[in-house]
């Protein structure tokens, strides 16, 4: 009896086991599924001449794989170049959401508050930090900090960010000598 009782113990735990397995096979081909669906989504819509239909499009896309960046990129591109900012912000916000750390996605926040009339340091600042603690290395968001924190008037830390940002001359001339410019605005060079 107690060896017919381990026997259908067993036989309960292979089951359990390979009902565990298929039902990941299956969510792993509807993740696969969702994705080409959302892939296909993202495509259709860049070749539409109706940009009300393919941003539609693009918001279907990003809600069947969250995951997915390229629908944020084009729905950021869309409201940023209407100027609609804060939509630029809950765009890059949702894929926050989904993809906490991506930096595009930080640093497009920043960029979208700091596009505000007047620009808005105080809520783009918290996105560039997270940028550069996601990536220290990144010239671009040390010279944003830099230039956020000059703008707020910290002239301590726009120096610090700023002198990091034109350091990179060999990787990122281009933000090197901005950074190099801001500094010498300021003085501090």
């Known amino acids: 009896m107690a060896s017919s009782m381990r026997i259908g113990s067993k036989l309960a735990v292979a089951a359990l086991a390979a009902a565990l397995a298929a ?3 299956l969510s792993a081909f509807a993740d696969e599924t969702s994705a080409a669906k959302a892939r296909s ?5 860049i070749n539409m001449t109706d940009s009300q239909q393919a941003v539609k ?6 809600d069947i794989d969250p995951t997915l960046e390229d629908p944020y990129i084009y729905l950021g591109l869309y409201y940023n170049s209407r ?4 939509q630029v912000v809950a765009v890059y ?6 993809e906490p750390n991506s930096l595009s996605a930080y640093l497009n926040i920043g960029e979208a508050y700091m596009s505000f009339t007047p620009p808005r340091a105080a809520d783009a600042l918290p996105y560039y930090q997270k ?10 968001a040390a010279l944003r900090l830099g230039e956020v924190y000059a703008q707020m008037g910290n002239r301590e830390q726009a120096a610090h960010y700023l002198g990091l940002a034109a350091a990179n001359s060999g990787k990122n001339p281009a933000v090197a000598a901005e950074a190099r410019k801001v500094l010498s605005d300021l003085g501090a060079m």
């Open 131 to 140: 940028a550069y603690q996601l990536d220290s290395t990144s010239a671009f």
């Open 57 to 62: 499009l693009l918001w279907q896309a990003s």
């Open 83 to 86: 100027s609609q900012f804060d």
């Open 23 to 25: 039902s990941m096979t």
């Open 41 to 45: 989504l993202v495509e259709a819509a």
């Open 93 to 98: 916000k949702k894929l926050i959401k989904y």
